[in-house]
């Protein structure tokens, strides 16, 4: 869907640049996210690094930020998977779809299920593989019916460098969630080396992925198609393998539900957890199953908030106000985790660091300039929207500034640290 | 603080984790070798669980199955508030005060312990 975004503003070639551009600026991120996760190992992630950086109201409302980031993206996702899913049932009613996928993904979740780690391996590979390799296929068996490649067009040049900074922040989307593989070190040793490379050789692997797929459907569909539409896969598989290419696409799709948006659900989840551990929501959203230990409250108040969005996605078709909104958040977020090392390099210049990022000091705080500007550019770069995406962040901005205030009230509660106090 | 500082509190855990009816219950089929590091002294400890109960509580790091070891990192002062109920170890680890080496799984299992030991 991001890909069509891009194809709605950009040609293809430069659609490409701008998703290989996004994935440096990510490298460059993830240096700054491994420096902080070596020296809080094993933390979640944006809420201790933030909290630690920064004051209280801020870092709440960054996180909070984010929370609602995820909401929209999932509810995103939720209504792609519908799309995709009609083409092979036509009958079946989106709403129908979005309520019977957020149903299974909720309870399969509370219950603690998961897929054995080899599957999830598996499943992931076969997905990467699929999409490059059919990509590939899709870039040498030419439409011929798609007049000229529009891969590399020489016009209006200055146009599409005026648009660049929008489309690198709209396809920093298509990588977001590399920094979630901090909190996964088995080992003190593994923030070393293994956790501070692993983020850019995921970045690297994505960004083979997308830039051949949107090479490919370059060849296969006529640019305005491809902007058309939130799923250009389907008309790309359906163009490349005949009719069976929607079952081709739909097959990709739930390869993808079953490992990037659970990874979310669950990633939500989490992130609701550790916030009312601290106080910060209300107790029943930290409710866990202490069987499973599958954070139940976390779950279903995510579930509850990802249904609302879907229902908004599908009757006012919001998608694409949602992904650009949502890259804006993000540019913000990835802002701060870079501002955050500059600022414990400051605080706690002795503390524990065992992996230090090799970027020099000006380009990190050209990333913390750079990264919010591209996002606030990006709001304005769909001509049709208008100031949509500018008002709807500034909604949500508002948003998660009370809610953070709120939070600020509820912890300033007397509520003792230690349970023996309680007692 | 000295060595038996953090070595006394491990071992009067041991006993509260012992005598709990409902952490056996947790931690059925749950054998695990825990390693309880001080990042500011010298007291390294393993806890080996086994068969429902702490079985020993050991001086120095042990334990060589990735799937069975847990390692937690923290100060010396810091570890004693966590092992005595006086810190919850699930708000330590979000204030960047204690690192948990581990599985997710293992992860929420070990506060889980802490809810049933000292409730919350």
Same mark, same amino acid.
Request: charged share 15%.
């Given at each position: 869907? &991001?890909?069509?975004?891009?194809?709605?503003?950009?040609?293809?070639?430069?659609?490409?640049?701008?998703?290989?551009?996004?994935?440096?600026?990510?490298?460059?991120?993830?240096?700054?996210?491994?420096?902080?996760?070596?020296?809080?190992?094993?933390?979640?992630?944006?809420?201790?690094?933030?909290?630690?950086?920064?004051?209280d109201r801020?870092?709440l409302t960054?996180v909070y930020?984010?929370?609602?980031?995820?909401?929209?993206?999932?509810?995103?996702?939720?209504?792609?998977?519908?799309?995709?899913?009609?083409?092979?049932?036509?009958?079946?009613?989106? &709403?129908?779809?979005?309520?019977?996928?957020?149903?299974?993904?909720?309870?399969?979740?509370?219950?603690?299920?998961?897929?054995?780690?080899?599957?999830?391996?598996?499943?992931?590979?076969?997905?990467?593989?699929?999409? @490059?390799?059919?990509?590939?296929?899709?870039?040498?068996?030419?439409? $011929?019916?798609?007049?000229?490649?529009? =891969?590399?067009?020489?016009?209006?040049?200055?146009?599409?460098?005026?648009?660049?900074?929008?489309?690198?922040?709209?396809?920093?989307?298509?990588?977001?969630?590399?920094?979630?593989?901090?909190? =996964?070190?088995?080992?003190?040793?593994?923030?070393?080396?293994?956790?501070?490379?692993?983020?850019?050789?995921?970045?690297?692997?994505?960004?083979?992925?997308?830039?051949?797929?949107?090479?490919?459907?370059?060849?296969?569909? $006529?640019?305005?198609?491809?902007?058309?539409?939130?799923?250009?896969?389907?008309?790309?598989?359906?163009?490349?393998?005949?009719?069976?290419?929607?079952?081709?696409?739909?097959?990709?799709?739930?390869?993808?539900?079953?490992?990037?948006?659970?990874?979310?659900?669950?990633?939500?989840?989490?992130? @609701?957890?550790?916030l009312t551990?601290e106080g910060n929501l209300?107790?029943?959203?930290?409710?866990?199953?202490?069987?499973?230990?599958?954070?139940?409250?976390?779950?279903?108040?995510?579930?509850?908030?990802?249904?609302?969005?879907?229902?908004?996605?599908?009757?006012?078709?919001?998608?694409?106000?949602?992904?650009?909104?949502?890259?804006? @958040?993000?540019?913000?977020?990835?802002?701060?985790?870079?501002?955050?090392?500059?600022?414990?390099?400051?605080?706690?210049?002795?503390?524990?660091?065992?992996?230090?990022?090799?970027? $020099?000091?000006?380009?990190?705080?050209?990333?913390?300039?750079?990264?919010?500007? &591209?996002?606030?550019?990006?709001?304005?770069? #769909?001509?049709?929207?208008?100031? #949509?995406?500018?008002?709807?962040?500034?909604?949500?901005?508002?948003?998660a500034?009370f809610m953070a205030h709120r939070s600020l009230l509820r912890v300033g509660?007397?509520?003792?640290?230690?349970?023996?106090?309680?007692? | 603080?000295?060595?038996?500082?953090?070595?006394?509190?491990?071992?009067?855990?041991?006993?509260?984790?012992?005598?709990?009816?409902?952490?056996?219950?947790?931690?059925?089929?749950?054998?695990?070798?825990?390693?309880?590091?001080?990042?500011?002294?010298?007291?390294?400890?393993?806890?080996?669980?086994?068969?429902?109960?702490?079985?020993?509580?050991?001086?120095?790091?042990?334990?060589?199955?990735?799937?069975?070891?847990?390692?937690?990192?923290?100060?010396?002062?810091?570890?004693?508030?966590?092992?005595?109920?006086?810190?919850?170890?699930?708000?330590?680890?979000?204030?960047?005060?204690?690192?948990?080496?581990?599985?997710?799984?293992?992860?929420?299992?070990?506060?889980?312990?802490?809810?049933?030991?000292?409730?919350?």
């Amino acid at each position: 869907m &991001m890909i069509a975004g891009l194809s709605a503003i950009t040609t293809a070639g430069w659609s490409v640049l701008a998703i290989f551009l996004s994935a440096l600026l990510c490298i460059l991120i993830s240096a700054s996210i491994a420096e902080l996760a070596s020296m809080y190992p094993s933390a979640p992630g944006i809420r201790t690094y933030l909290k630690v950086s920064f004051d209280d109201r801020l870092s709440l409302t960054l996180v909070y930020l984010y929370l609602i980031f995820m909401v929209l993206v999932a509810g995103v996702e939720s209504y792609l998977f519908a799309r995709v899913t009609k083409v092979i049932f036509p009958g079946l009613p989106t &709403m129908g779809i979005v309520f019977g996928l957020l149903a299974f993904t909720i309870i399969v979740n509370t219950l603690g299920l998961e897929l054995p780690r080899s599957l999830q391996i598996i499943s992931t590979l076969l997905l990467l593989l699929s999409v @490059i390799t059919l990509g590939v296929y899709g870039i040498v068996k030419v439409n $011929p019916a798609v007049t000229g490649s529009s =891969l590399i067009d020489g016009s209006n040049v200055l146009g599409q460098l005026k648009l660049l900074p929008a489309t690198i922040i709209m396809a920093v989307f298509l990588f977001t969630g590399f920094e979630w593989v901090t909190m =996964l070190g088995l080992r003190p040793q593994a923030y070393e080396r293994r956790i501070p490379l692993s983020m850019p050789l995921a970045i690297v692997t994505l960004l083979l992925v997308y830039s051949v797929f949107a090479s490919a459907l370059s060849y296969q569909l $006529p640019r305005q198609t491809i902007s058309d539409t939130p799923v250009p896969q389907v008309l790309y598989f359906i163009s490349l393998l005949g009719p069976n290419g929607g079952y081709v696409a739909w097959g990709i799709s739930v390869l993808a539900i079953f490992s990037t948006f659970n990874a979310g659900i669950m990633g939500g989840a989490r992130l @609701i957890y550790v916030l009312t551990r601290e106080g910060n929501l209300p107790k029943w959203c930290g409710r866990m199953s202490l069987r499973t230990g599958a954070p139940v409250g976390g779950i279903i108040t995510l579930g509850a908030l990802v249904t609302v969005s879907s229902v908004l996605v599908v009757t006012y078709e919001l998608e694409l106000l949602a992904a650009v909104v949502g890259s804006a @958040i993000v540019s913000f977020v990835y802002a701060a985790y870079v501002l955050a090392a500059i600022v414990l390099r400051r605080k706690q210049p002795k503390a524990r660091r065992t992996f230090r990022t090799p970027s $020099p000091r000006w380009l990190q705080w050209l990333l913390v300039f750079l990264l919010p500007a &591209m996002g606030l550019a990006s709001l304005f770069s #769909q001509v049709n929207m208008q100031f #949509q995406p500018a008002l709807t962040l500034t909604v949500l901005i508002v948003l998660a500034w009370f809610m953070a205030h709120r939070s600020l009230l509820r912890v300033g509660r007397p509520t003792p640290n230690s349970v023996k106090e309680r007692i | 603080m000295n060595q038996g500082t953090l070595g006394d509190c491990l071992r009067s855990f041991q006993n509260e984790f012992n005598a709990n009816e409902r952490v056996k219950k947790l931690v059925k089929g749950w054998d695990r070798s825990i390693v309880v590091e001080a990042t500011d002294s010298e007291p390294v400890f393993t806890m080996i669980v086994h068969d429902l109960i702490i079985t020993d509580l050991q001086p120095g790091a042990h334990g060589n199955d990735d799937n069975d070891l847990i390692h937690l990192q923290a100060s010396e002062e810091t570890l004693i508030r966590i092992f005595s109920g006086d810190y919850n170890p699930a708000n330590a680890l979000i204030d960047g005060e204690l690192s948990v080496f581990s599985s997710e799984k293992d992860k929420v299992k070990l506060e889980a312990v802490a809810i049933v030991i000292w409730g919350m």
